[in-house]
């Protein structure tokens, strides 16, 4: 028999109805449960934020809501430390759900089912631009947004994980690219780093304005990570056939009541445009080819792992909260602990 | 020189900013022109009303908004009664937007070209089924709806010219068809008439509720007419994949605000759906092959004219309105003169 391992983990204590706070959750320590036939125990290594989390504290959506009482839910890199399931062994490195804590005894199922990650990868990117926001960016801006050279791209939460990446990605494919961030350093970061063509300030500059300006003949695509008042002003400026990517919505995530819809939705009519939403596990059946055409851009340097790491899991609530403060810039992690 | 004719006309005197009433309009009786090298002098014989048009009273959209002091814009079928151009002969019945007035002398140009019809083709169907309210049934359900047999589709406005098309197209396509309308006699009637499946009443029943209750697996297509509160209920039903049809937004067009957007569009996100607005003009160069697949299922009795014809120009204001109290079952058209 191993050693007992003391597990420290968040619970989810109580949903939110506005804002996440700290008070959501609870810190407890507990032993970590010996794997039975068919499991192994894993050492969480590195926690992913993303806005969607916010969704799963408080209702059932595309998946169940988080039991209360039970360890908050988040995609994690982690290592096997004992394994007893056939074609995993100790040492190797593992993607799953495993959530706000050390370590986790699983059979490999759930809502994002383990797998096993190539040799060497790295845990940030494995979880960024070669992970699940990469896939999201990647199927949004290619199956829905259906890019053409020369057309202009317009991407809200531009700074954030899934929005750099979708405006590099537009990038790659000719177009001219705008990105919607909140704040100067931002703005900057995304032409620089992300290599946008041209950034807004929704917190100092008029959106309506800078998109009239900067868009002339209207947006063709635009990549929505936002919803509200952007997702309208934009609306007010499609070109002809344009294609509208709705991804997120985070400036409603935290709102008790539903906030109101787009009312230039009629827009729609009038050029004849479309507005289509997506879950990354609507494309499960081309991840593979996903990923492998984004490690070639990763390789040819096109593509950039914008990132924030936090350290440690007892900053796991407030590294969460990051993501709607708006203080991450690209992808939100937290690091647990190194792999062995 | 032909003797000098009365026209009569009715001219846009004010724009609305809330609902259309007698006064934005002034009647006025002033001298035919007669026509020059290249023009015809066209009878007016029926007019066409649609909720567009209200639209077209108070500001550019997809096309000019109709100038102060000039005649009402509106779709109608005439008849040539002096032509002095080429291939187009007095008795020839001609389709355009020849507006508000017993006369009009034209090039054939304009917003809506003139088309000859063949001959014998009733003049009400060549506004109706036969003519743009066909045909934008026909494209919206078609090109962006997507029907497959079995699937559940949903129109709201299923009373009114373009929706009970789209419900009878619908129903050609082997799917279930629910329509939403006002009252207990449109919804009587758009079973007995169009041969929908079900109907639901917004003014006595509850949307939601019935919608629950009809759609048990969810709005595979969505036609919306309406706008508002409907289309906000309907987005809250819709099934995996669901194909949403914006055709217009009648409970909108009379107000003086931007009434506000569909709040649960977000469902898009959780459902991957798909909301897609269309102009009938988007598909102008198909025209020739609608106008054939409607006229093949007129003739078969799958698709019938539901109209409501009022008579005199005298009425044309009191025409439009009957469109935005609801008052018309089916396409709702304006005698104005028989044909010589």
């Known amino acids: 028999m191993p050693a007992m391992r003391a597990n420290r983990q968040w619970i989810l204590k109580t949903r939110p109805s506005g804002p996440v706070t700290e008070d959501c959750f609870e810190w407890r320590e507990v032993e970590t449960r010996a794997p039975g036939d068919g499991e192994v125990l894993i050492r969480n290594l590195m926690l992913s934020f993303d806005p969607t989390q916010r969704g799963w504290m408080s209702e059932d959506t595309y998946v169940p809501k988080v039991p209360l009482g039970e360890v908050m839910r988040a995609g994690s890199v982690g290592q096997v ?24 005894t699983t059979d490999g199922g759930g ?33 829905i947004g259906l890019p053409q050279a020369g057309e202009t791209f317009v991407v809200s939460g531009a700074a954030g994980a899934t929005g750099s990446v979708a405006g590099m990605i537009a990038k790659i494919k000719g177009c001219r690219v705008v990105g919607i961030a909140g704040g100067e350093k931002k703005c900057a970061w995304i032409k620089s780093e992300g290599g946008f063509d041209e950034a807004i300030d929704y917190k100092s500059e008029s959106v309506s304005g800078r998109l009239r300006e900067l868009c002339p003949d209207g947006i063709d695509i635009y990549f929505d990570n936002v919803g509200g008042q952007i997702l309208n002003q934009a609306l007010a400026r499609i070109a002809p056939n344009a294609r509208i990517i709705l991804c997120g919505a985070i400036s409603g995530y935290e709102s008790a009541e539903l906030p109101p819809g787009p009312a230039n939705y009629f827009n729609l009519v009038l050029k004849h445009g479309r507005m289509e939403g997506f879950l990354v596990l609507d494309y499960l059946s081309k991840f593979r080819e996903g990923i492998a055409q984004l490690a070639e851009w990763h390789g040819e340097g096109k593509l950039k792992q914008l990132e924030d790491i ?10 969460f909260m990051r993501l709607f403060s708006g203080a991450n810039m690209g992808k939100q992690l937290l690091k647990i602990a190194d792999p062995a």
């Open 310 to 319: 936090q350290e440690g899991l007892e900053n796991a609530p407030r590294t």
């Open 111 to 143: 809502f994002m089912p383990m797998s096993k990650l190539p040799r060497g990868t790295p845990l940030n990117l494995a979880m960024g631009v070669l992970g699940i926001t990469g896939l999201t960016a990647y199927f949004g801006t290619l199956e």
């Open 81 to 104: 430390v004992e394994s007893r399931k056939d074609g995993i062994e100790a040492g190797d490195l593992v993607q799953g759900a495993f959530g706000w804590q050390d370590y986790t």
